[in-house]
C-alpha cells in the first residue's frame, strides 16, 4: 500500500531517526535537532521487540551520537558517512570498507539476514546514507541521466514575496548557496579559492574526493571532466548559472537514488529467494522530505510541503491487499506503534502516534485524525531556517516562526498547493485561522509541547 499523505513531524535527520524509533514528538524523546545527542536509555520499539524474542539489528545511518541499544547486531556510519571507502562502526569497532556506501549497506544487511537464527523472528533497520547531501552516484551511475533535462518548477525563480523574512533569510537558495566544487564537483579556480566560500568550499569537498583509490578516481574524473569542461567554457551567470546549478544538481541526486532503488530491490529479491515474502512487513520510508529546486531551494527544515512530505509505501502480503493507495494522513511516529501492533506486542501508552494496522487492512477509524502537529527547533544552524512551528489539514496550512522572528503564515492548499500566497492577515480568512490557532493549540497540549 502507498500513502499519499505521509508526513514527518520534524523536518530533518536525526530527530526524524529518533522518532522513528521512539514514537514520540522530539521535545518528548528529547531529540529536538542533530546537535543533541540522543537517550539510548528511553524505551524505544525495538527493545520491545527485542524484550519479545526478537532478533534485532541496524545497518547504515544512524545519525545519533550515542551507541544503539536495543539492537543484538550493529553496523553504523559514523556520522553522516561517506559515499566512497566509508568507514563503519560495527559493535563498538571502526574500520574502513572498500565500495560504495549504499551497496556496502545492503551487503552488511543481508549477510545479518543470512546468519541469523532461523527459529526467531526478526526485525532490521535498513537505513541508507543516500541521497543526502553531497549526491555522489555508485560509479556505474555517473553518466545516469547526464543529457535529461529536469522540468524546472514553476516557482524556481521564488522572490518569497508576501512571505515572512523566514523565507527570504534562509540559506539554501540553489542560486545563492548550492556550492561549486563540494554540491556540483566543479573544481575551483585560484580566483575562487581565495574568496571566504572557496575557502570552506574545496576543503569539504577534498575530504569525500580524496577517499576514493586511485583507481577509483581515474573514473570519476574520466565521467566528470566533461561537465568540467563544459562549465568552464560558458561564463555562466545570474538565471543561467541558477539553471545549471538545478540541472546539475538533480543530475547527481537522481543517479544517486539510483542506487537505493536497486539495492532495496536486492532486499526484496532476498525475502522471496529466503521464503520470507509472505511472513515479512516491509515498511519503505525516509526521515523527511526535500526540496528539489521548488521555491529554488534544495535540503528541507520548512514546514512546507516538499519537505514535510515523506515517501510510505508498506508490504505485507498476509496481511495487507497490494497496489492500493491510502489519503489518510499517516505521521512517523505512527511507525514504532505499527510495527509493534503487528508483532502482537503491546503499544505503551506514553507512544504518541497511532498504529496503521486498521488503515492497512482497509477499515480506517471513523475518527481518524484530519490534523496534525509539526515543530523545528534547529536555529541557528546550517541553512538558517527560522524554529516553527504548525498545524495541517487536509486544506490548510498554520504556520508560526517564532524565537528571532514573530510571524504567522497561512496557505490554502486546495488554490495554492505551491504555497506562494500567504494569507495571513487576510480579512477573508479571520475564521479560519481562528480555527486554526485553536487547533494547533489543542494539538501542542494533545503531544505535552510546551514550547508552542
Not at 566512497?84 to 560504495?100: A, K, L, T
Not at 509493534?340 to 471513523?366: F, N
Request: glycine residues 6%.
Amino acid at each position: 500500500m502507498r500513502f499519499s499523505n505521509s508526513f514527518c513531524t520534524n523536518a530533518i535527520c536525526a530527530p526524524g531517526r529518533a522518532t522513528l524509533l521512539t514514537g514520540k514528538y522530539s521535545h518528548m524523546n528529547g531529540q529536538i535537532d542533530n546537535k543533541v545527542t540522543f537517550d539510548g536509555s528511553q524505551p524505544t520499539f525495538i527493545k520491545m521487540l527485542q524484550a519479545a524474542g526478537y532478533e534485532t539489528a541496524l545497518v547504515g545511518k544512524w545519525h545519533l551520537k550515542s551507541n544503539p541499544t536495543g539492537f543484538d547486531y550493529w553496523n553504523i556510519l559514523p556520522d553522516q558517512g561517506h559515499y566512497y571507502n566509508p568507514d563503519f562502526i560495527e559493535m563498538g569497532v571502526q574500520s574502513r570498507r572498500m565500495g560504495y556506501v549504499t551497496d556496502l549497506t545492503t551487503d552488511f544487511a543481508l549477510g545479518w539476514l543470512d546468519q541469523r537464527k532461523g527459529d526467531k523472528p526478526f526485525c532490521l533497520l535498513l537505513h541508507h546514507k543516500a541521497p543526502h547531501r553531497n549526491w555522489m552516484p555508485a560509479p556505474r551511475h555517473y553518466t545516469l541521466n547526464r543529457n535529461t533535462r529536469f522540468p524546472v518548477p514553476e516557482n524556481f525563480f521564488d522572490d518569497y514575496s508576501g512571505r515572512s523574512a523566514a523565507a527570504r533569510e534562509q540559506e539554501m537558495e540553489i542560486a545563492r548557496h548550492m556550492l561549486l566544487c563540494y554540491d556540483l564537483k566543479i573544481p575551483l579556480t585560484p580566483v575562487e579559492l581565495a574568496t571566504p566560500e572557496g575557502k570552506s568550499d574545496q576543503p569539504i569537498w577534498r575530504s569525500s574526493y580524496e577517499r576514493l583509490t586511485p583507481e577509483q578516481r581515474q573514473g570519476w574524473n574520466a565521467a566528470y571532466q566533461p561537465i568540467i569542461d563544459d562549465f568552464r567554457s560558458r561564463s555562466l551567470k545570474g538565471r543561467e548559472l541558477a539553471l545549471w546549478k538545478y540541472q546539475r544538481y538533480l543530475e547527481d541526486y537522481t543517479a544517486t537514488v539510483a542506487a537505493v532503488d536497486e539495492n532495496i530491490g536486492r532486499v526484496l529479491d532476498y525475502l522471496d529467494t529466503a521464503g520470507l515474502r509472505q511472513d515479512t512487513l516491509v515498511i519503505y520510508t525516509s526521515d523527511n522530505g526535500f526540496f528539489l529546486g521548488e521555491h529554488g531551494w534544495f535540503d528541507k527544515r520548512f514546514m512546507y510541503e516538499e519537505s514535510l512530505r515523506t515517501p510510505l509505501v508498506i508490504r505485507y502480503p498476509r496481511g495487507i491487499a497490494p497496489g492500493r493507495l491510502c489519503e489518510e494522513m499517516a505521521l512517523n511516529i505512527d511507525l514504532a506503534p505499527t510495527f509493534l501492533d503487528y508483532a502482537g506486542v503491546a503499544i505503551p501508552e506514553e507512544i504518541q502516534g497511532e498504529s496503521l494496522r486498521p488503515v492497512l487492512s482497509g477499515q480506517p477509524p471513523t475518527h481518524w485524525r484530519q490534523s496534525f502537529y509539526y515543530h523545528y527547533y534547529e536555529h541557528p544552524a546550517v541553512h538558517m531556517v527560522k524554529r516553527h512551528y504548525g498545524v495541517r489539514t487536509p486544506r490548510w496550512k498554520l504556520i508560526h516562526f517564532y524565537d528571532d522572528i514573530d510571524a504567522w503564515e497561512l496557505y490554502d492548499l486546495q488554490k495554492d498547493p505551491r504555497e506562494m500566497h500567504n494569507l495571513y492577515g487576510d480579512p477573508a480568512c479571520t475564521s479560519i485561522i481562528a480555527e486554526l490557532q485553536a487547533e494547533l493549540q489543542r494539538l501542542a497540549r494533545h503531544y505535552k509541547d510546551p514550547h508552542s
